[in-house]
């Protein structure tokens, strides 16, 4: 099952045609110019002009819209891009976040317990 949040869609929004070279830069995290840019690049070489441009219409057709409330923000945006580029390299990053959040938790515990001997002792009474 794949999220709606890991699916390609034409960006209407931030598109000038039909959206597909936005939904292609929004999927990848590239920036929509240099999409563009080779697109048109494709295009002018010659070799594939008879394939780019019925691909691109077909494409179109057949991608959805992407949906308004897909990303709450930028943050969120450039998240999923993450996940979508490389998703392990993301857990990797979410499991030393968590670390890093269960080592600073520790010292907050390390500090109260240590600076507060009434605490201490009923934290040790408790064991």
């Known amino acids: 099952m794949t999220s709606e949040r890991t699916t390609l869609y034409r960006d209407k929004i931030n598109g000038k045609i039909m959206g597909v070279c936005a939904g292609i830069a929004d999927y ?41 409330h897909l990303y709450v923000d930028r943050e969120e945006q450039k998240y999923w891009q993450r996940v979508r580029q490389s998703p392990t390299r993301t857990s990797r990053e979410i499991r030393s ?24 002792a009923e934290i040790e009474r408790l064991r």
């Open 97 to 120: 976040q968590f670390r890093d959040i269960d080592r600073r938790l520790a010292d907050v515990e390390t500090f109260y317990v240590t600076s507060n001997p009434r605490l201490s």
């Open 28 to 68: 990848t995290g590239v920036n929509a110019a240099w999409v563009r840019l080779g697109f048109v690049a494709a295009l002018l070489t010659g070799i594939l002009g008879p394939i780019i441009i019925p691909g691109y219409f077909l494409t179109g057709f057949l991608l959805n819209k992407k949906p308004q």
